[in-house]
């Protein structure tokens, strides 16, 4: 058994999440070669939706994880550390509308007062809005964000895009970007302690890269 | 028929119940036997005296009385006890010692599996100053916890003084300076990194910044660090070579601890125990919370959450009489 162990995250993230563990030296073929387990103690490791990593890493049910800064900066009120910003994964949090003049979004604030926002992060939306001033409802949606706002529900989106494709496919276009998130290593604040030495040994080995 | 209770509390039935009076009898025996006396205070405060301790944690629970008095329920244990100083020994000669056993309130999140209403054991150490007092009560914590029978736990010790005494030293900006301590605070490494590199100091200093809070391990990460932290690092010195072998070897020292941004002013701790995803107790120095309620002393203290006690005791146990299927369990 490892001496650590590592909540990866499933979805977008996960192809270069286990590059980076092979890179320095975590066995992750027993990962590549099954997409349906999700628990491999053998190399030390746990797999899972992004948003799930700081929920088990608070809990200690894995020692370090990986994931978004986007999740992070959602769930800000999780207990745990951030180590390391891991430089790949790039995504950008961005406001998108219906493609066309006038934004459906500002007509909406400029007619009504208010605008309606589909989207999977409600807290970073409304702190966003709140910050620049803006009424907002927030309206959270667990899918495919891009439904909202083509389906008459809400006039604008908050989410996170890596090109931008999804959205241009269907007829939206950024509006404002909020801020860029990429995949950041974080800690159980436990075993930042308590393994203090296995955690600095990878993060050695994670900066010489 | 089911009659829901809040989220976060809980019904505690007499098997349960004599475990939980087991472990804090024992540590009341300890508390008892160094000559700490137990004391008892009301639940409900008036909310005005509890935020004279500004930092503390927020009374999360408000009631109206029938006089329009704002009652809040206690967040923890040291703020009554810090105004039962003031108060009720106004004139005593310290130091003072005194002990509890009681429930605090604290808010929680929504889904998030957190407690409302929790257990604390603890004592207050009032008058005696660094660093006499605070090995004292790392000494008298340890010996409670071993009188439970807890086995593997850890004490991580820092002092919320060293970082911005680090920071003093540069002559930085107040607001550069709370932004580096929010970094600190939240244990956002990336975070503290963007903000040191971007105070345009040397390489060596941005590095100090950066590197001392990561600081983890024996007594020989406390000589990494010179120059502005050189005090606080001394004083944490002076503590451990007042401990036997038996409390020091349980210390790792943290010199990224600081415990929020609440009242403490010198050592702090947490308790670990590999079997808890969060620390099961902690505490520290509060040399300037009495002052603030008329009676200025120094004073020390600790509070272990009997609940997680009884989690890692049971942990134990369970891994006592079958070490193949046990570990990790309870995380997984």
């Known amino acids: ?46 797999t899972m939706r992004p948003s799930d990593v700081a929920t088990y890493v608070e809990a200690g049910a894995a020692d370090l994880g990986i994931t978004g800064k986007d999740v992070l900066r959602e769930q800000s009120y999780r207990d745990v550390y951030e180590l390391l910003d891991l430089g790949f994964g790039t995504c950008t949090m961005v406001v998108a509308s219906v493609a066309g003049e006038p934004d459906p979004a500002v007509e909406a604030l400029r007619r009504l007062g208010v605008m309606r926002v589909a ?27 891009e439904l909202a706002p083509l389906t008459g529900m809400v006039e604008a989106i908050v989410d996170l ?28 604040p436990v075993a930042h302690r308590l393994k203090a030495e296995a955690i600095d040994a990878l993060l050695g080995r994670l900066r010489a890269r | 028929m089911i009659h829901p209770i809040p989220s976060g509390t809980r019904d505690v039935l007499p098997d ?133 029978g807890l086995r593997d736990y850890r004490i991580a010790v820092g002092d919320a003084s060293l970082y911005p005494a680090l920071l003093r030293g540069f002559e930085l900006s107040e607001e550069a300076t709370s932004r580096l301590m929010s970094e600190l605070v939240s244990r956002d490494f990336v975070g503290l990194e963007r903000e040191a590199r971007a105070l345009g100091l ?20 406390l000589d990494a660090v010179g120059g502005p932290g050189a005090e606080a690092v001394a004083g944490l010195r002076r503590v451990l070579e007042l401990l036997d072998a038996s409390v020091a070897d349980r210390i790792i020292f943290d010199l990224g601890l600081s415990r929020g941004l609440g009242y403490y002013t010198g050592a702090v701790f947490d308790v670990l125990d590999p079997s808890l995803g969060t620390p099961l107790g902690g505490g520290g120095r509060y040399d300037d919370l009495l002052g603030r309620f008329g009676r200025p002393l120094p004073a020390v203290g600790f509070a272990l959450a009997v609940d997680q006690l009884h989690l890692a005791l049971a942990e134990r146990d369970v891994a006592r009489t079958s070490p193949d299927t046990a570990t990790g369990e309870r995380n997984a």
């Open chain 1, 1 to 46: 058994m490892p001496d650590l162990t590592i909540a990866v995250p499933r979805g977008a993230l996960l192809g270069g999440t286990l590059d980076l563990l092979d890179s320095i030296g975590i066995d992750t073929a027993p990962v590549r070669a099954n997409d349906r387990r999700l628990l491999f103690e053998e190399v030390g490791i746990v």
């Open chain 1, 119 to 145: 989207t999977k992060y409600p807290r970073i939306a409304t702190e966003y809005f709140e910050r620049t001033g803006r009424q907002a409802e927030i309206v959270e949606v667990k899918g495919s964000v």
């Open chain 1, 161 to 188: 895009t890596a090109t931008g494709t999804t959205l241009r496919e269907n007829g939206l276009v950024i509006r404002e970007e909020l801020f860029t998130a990429t995949a950041r290593l974080i800690a159980n």
């Open chain 2, 16 to 148: 349960e119940m004599r475990e939980l009076r087991a472990i804090t009898r024992a540590l009341l025996e300890v508390y008892e036997d160094e000559g700490y006396g137990e004391l008892w205070t009301p639940t409900l405060e008036y909310e005005e005296v509890l935020r004279r301790a500004s930092g503390a944690a927020e009374p999360a629970y408000r009631v109206f009385d029938d006089h329009g008095e704002v009652l809040a329920l206690r967040s923890d244990m040291t703020v009554p006890i810090a105004r039962v100083v003031a108060s009720r020994y106004p004139t005593a000669e310290p130091p003072l010692r005194f002990c509890y056993t009681a429930h605090a309130y604290r808010a929680v999140g929504r889904h998030r599996g957190q407690t409302r209403e929790f257990l604390q054991s603890g004592v207050e150490l009032v008058g005696a100053s660094a660093p006499e007092g605070t090995a004292e009560a790392l000494r008298v914590m340890c010996r409670a916890l071993d009188a439970t």
């Open chain 2, 202 to 221: 040397s390489a060596a200093d941005t590095e100090l910044l950066m590197g001392v809070p990561q600081l983890r391990g024996g007594p020989s990460v």
